[in-house]
């Protein structure tokens, strides 16, 4: 029968498909690729003006693939299709069953290339270099000529490989500073009255948000404010957790102490593998490292769990090296199509240093067009 896409642009559609959606998703281990996680953010925190643009492909009655982009219209003559909730959340790439990449990509790039309005450029944020996805989509994408493909950042971000592993085997790799460490901090923690505790229940969960959210802010307060929690991203977070949270998929970890919780960080699981979205601690503990304390506890957790790994997030910060014993390369990229504006787009996304010396070059009706943008 052959495979078959289908452009959605009506998210009651996308509902019908939850279950389905949800299994590539475990299958696959992409917690953040989750219809929970995702619909949550299309719910709560789009942009103003998005349009949905997400693409089911079945082979017979089977779902084998979801690319879950719509189009940001933002810029204004250049309408950007990007993946949903790629600006709160990393590795969101399009799911494909094992064994159908290659009809399944060209099947998504196809459909894509006729949606309207037509996409300027197709953005794929924070995703995994091995996975190739940019060049895989310009070889694919129909037309004499293939797109452009460029890098527009690339990053680390640290990974614990808990397969195989039992936590105390794990302590034991740690040098004996970190050991050391770790268990003084805990202890002086307890000797504090502190609680840790991970989030069982809709009112524990809630709570464990409000308690996320204040700390986070709080913490980002004097540092021009946080690019990843706001209003929005917190009433998706609720969204989200009242379907996760059944499956223990959604963990919620704090620690409470003097009556208050002092840090509350937020894990999310699918099909063996957990991912560190954020969290927030209060200060006034930073010499206890509670976010490391909650780090260790999920890490232990999830090893009880018979997880397979923990992804830390994008950055190379030094707690996230102190726990990793592996690192996977991020990057953002960007394909821009051939067709009316590829000239105007492409220079568009030439880093502003450069803009100057091209413009000099071009001729006088196109460089004015630029300049206007």
């Not at 690339?154 to 085997?169: K, S």
């Not at 090893?303 to 090296?321: A, C, F, P, Q, V």
Request: a positive charge; proline letters at 5%; glycine letters at 10%.
């Amino acid at each position: 029968m052959g495979l078959v896409a289908e452009l959605v642009d009506d998210p009651a559609r996308l509902q019908t498909m939850r279950a389905a959606w949800d299994a590539l998703a475990v299958e696959l281990g992409r917690p953040y690729c989750a219809p929970a996680w995702l619909l949550a953010w299309w719910d709560h925190a789009r942009p103003s003006g998005a349009l949905l643009r997400t693409v089911l492909v079945h082979d017979g009655s089977e779902l084998v693939a979801v690319a879950p982009f719509y189009a940001d219209r933002r810029l204004a003559r250049a309408v950007h299709y990007r993946l949903l909730a790629a600006d709160v959340s990393h590795r969101i790439t399009p799911l494909i069953r094992r064994g159908a990449e290659e009809g399944a990509t060209k099947a998504i790039a196809e459909t894509l290339a006729a949606a309207r309005p037509r996409p300027a450029v197709i953005r794929f944020e924070s995703v995994e270099a091995e996975g190739r996805w940019p060049e895989r989509f310009a070889e694919q994408w129909p037309g004499p000529a293939r797109p452009w493909a460029v890098r527009e950042w690339c990053g680390p971000a640290p990974t614990v490989t808990l397969e195989g592993q039992t936590f105390e085997n794990w302590m034991r790799a740690k040098s004996r500073n970190f050991r050391s460490q770790a268990g003084r901090m805990r202890r002086h923690l307890e000797a504090e009255g502190a609680r840790f505790s991970l989030a069982a229940g809709p009112n524990e969960v809630r709570q464990g948000l409000e308690a996320l959210a204040r700390l986070h802010y709080a913490r980002w307060e004097g540092r021009g404010g946080s690019t990843a929690l706001d209003r929005g991203v917190e009433r998706m977070l609720a969204e989200a957790g009242s379907e996760l949270l059944a499956d223990c998929r959604f963990r919620l970890f704090t620690i409470e102490a003097a009556g208050a919780v002092i840090s509350a960080h937020l894990f999310v699981a699918a099909g063996g593998e957990v991912a560190y979205w954020n969290g927030g601690f209060d200060e006034t503990f930073a010499g206890d490292q509670p976010s490391m304390r909650v780090l260790v506890e999920a890490i232990e957790d999830a090893m009880g769990r018979s997880d397979r790994s923990l992804d830390l997030g994008g950055g190379s910060e030094g707690y996230k090296m102190r726990l990793a014993d592996g690192e996977d390369l991020l990057e953002t990229c960007l394909v821009v199509p051939r067709g009316a504006g590829y000239s105007l787009t492409r220079l568009q996304l030439v880093p502003r240093r450069l803009r100057r010396s091209i413009r000099s070059t071009l001729p006088e009706r196109l460089g004015a067009r630029l300049r206007g943008r």
